[in-house]
């Protein structure tokens, strides 16, 4: 949550687009076995102390760095000042289609955008609407995934 709370706005849509590169990449590797298997298990990178990383230790970590992010985000969609909810939307703004993916992690940012939409500052509530309508898509769409890796409706 701290960097989020000391990145300009431009700085912000920057870290956006690291994180949606990184975040689709990761999301690939947990979701889709195959990718997992070509992409990354047994590649020199991708062990620890000469030994391969398996796929139910990266779902583990995978599963730690997206609760990271998503209690991160919703701090700063809570936030009193105003510069640390509009990163924050930014930010989620430039992850939706790749963060959230799982479905708990959703429904708590679908909460707390939802709570913005009604803030009296216009700008806020337009970013927030936009955020959650783009959000409501990538759900609706199947995006969001249940733990076993089946779509959450």
């Given at each position: 949550a701290g960097l989020l709370y000391s990145v300009t706005e431009g700085e912000a849509g920057n870290?956006?687009?690291?994180?949606?590169?990184?975040?689709?990449?990761?999301?690939?590797?947990?979701?889709?076995e195959k990718?997992?298997?070509?992409?990354?298990?047994?590649?020199?990178?991708?062990?620890?102390?000469?030994k391969r990383i398996h796929k139910k230790e990266f779902n583990a970590v995978y599963s730690k760095w997206h609760d990271v992010l998503w209690k991160a985000?919703?701090?700063?969609?809570?936030?009193?000042?105003?510069?640390?909810?509009?990163a924050t939307l930014v930010i989620l703004s430039c992850v939706v289609k790749c963060f959230p993916r799982?479905?708990?992690?959703?429904?708590?940012l679908l909460e707390?955008?939802?709570?913005l939409r009604g803030d009296s500052r216009q700008d806020v509530k337009?970013?927030?609407?936009?955020?959650?309508a783009q959000l409501c898509k990538a759900r609706d769409g199947?995006?969001?995934?249940?733990?076993?890796?089946?779509?959450?409706r």
């Open positions: 870290l956006g687009v690291m994180l949606r590169e990184v975040w689709t990449l990761l999301s690939r590797w947990r979701w889709d990718a997992f298997e070509d992409e990354a298990q047994g590649k020199k990178a991708f062990m620890i102390g000469g985000c919703e701090a700063g969609l809570m936030a009193k000042e105003y510069m640390h909810i509009r799982r479905a708990e992690a959703g429904k708590g707390r955008v939802t709570v337009a970013m927030a609407n936009a955020y959650h199947g995006e969001w995934r249940k733990e076993d890796g089946g779509v959450w």
